[in-house]
């Protein structure tokens, strides 16, 4: 579960016939990413039970203002999707790794590397191993505070070290 930052946020529109396929894709990659979810009511309890999470798994509706902070992430094409989406009515979430239970352990290791832009950056069995980890990601530093990596490790939540 490591990956180059240079990609761009990815952007899911949940309808079609693969868009679950597509989350399953992101969660696996360990990268956070953008949602498109219809406007009704019950597409938040709908999107979770697709993923045998709570019906209220998902935060509140990403805001504009977030967006514009996060811009230099995303796609332009993506951007537009976004904004486009608000404009008729839909709500786009943004998805943190940390968020679901398939980025647990045993299933990940009870270390990480993690950047709350990009998602799952490592995972280590040991603190000194993360610490390290995060040290070889010192090219963080040219990024904006926003997307800077720390480390958390499992205790029955992810806490921060």
Known sequence: MKYQTEQ???????????????????LDSGRNFFVILPGDPEAISRFCGSFDLKSDCLKD????????????????????????????GER??????????????PRVKPFLVYSSVWGVLSQHDELMAARTGLEEAAHWEERERLAQPTIYRWDRGWKMV
Do not use: C, H, K
């Open 61 to 88: 509706r990403f805001s504009r203002a977030d967006l514009l902070r996060m811009g230099q992430y995303i796609d332009s094409a993506a951007f537009d999707e976004m904004l486009t989406a608000w404009d008729a």
């Open 92 to 105: 786009v979430i943004f998805l943190e790794q940390l968020d679901f239970p398939i980025n647990r352990p």
């Open 8 to 26: 761009m946020l990815r952007v899911v529109r949940a309808a079609g016939d693969d868009w679950r396929t597509t989350v399953q894709e992101q």
